[in-house]
Nanobody, 123 residues
């Protein structure tokens, strides 16, 4: 059973930056592909938007169209951590951000999810 705990969310002005972190425990971290998703206000869980994903080794990364060029996903397998560096933030980036893990890279449905961290971008 993999446990994921996100941190680093907060309130930031448009144009600013935040770095989200996700700490993993309970499994062999390097076996898991990791992803970040977000759920905007008023959206249902099923409407969570794919943000970014990274392969087990970190050698491959994937991004949603709305964040390409602004967000960067990375991981540190020695520390069991995955990060999401968010730059040039926009009000429409406001959401709860979730970390997810699965044995398959960029699966349609991740097996493990964190509780989320709130990101609010003011205009």
């Amino acid at each position: 059973q993999v446990r994921l705990v996100e941190s680093g969310g907060g309130l930031v002005q448009a144009g600013g930056s935040l770095r989200l972190s996700c700490a993993a425990s309970g499994g062999t971290f390097s076996r898991y592909g990791m992803g970040w998703f977000r759920q905007a206000p008023g959206k249902e869980r099923e409407e969570r938007e794919f943000v970014a994903a990274i392969s087990m080794s970190g050698g491959s990364t994937y991004y949603g169209d709305s964040v390409k060029g602004r967000f960067t996903i990375s991981r540190d397998n020695a520390k069991n951590m995955v990060y999401l560096q968010m730059n040039s933030l926009k009000p429409e980036d406001t959401a709860v951000y979730y970390c997810a893990a699965d044995l398959v890279v960029t699966p349609e449905k991740y097996d493990y999810w964190g509780q989320g961290t709130q990101v609010t971008v003011s205009s």
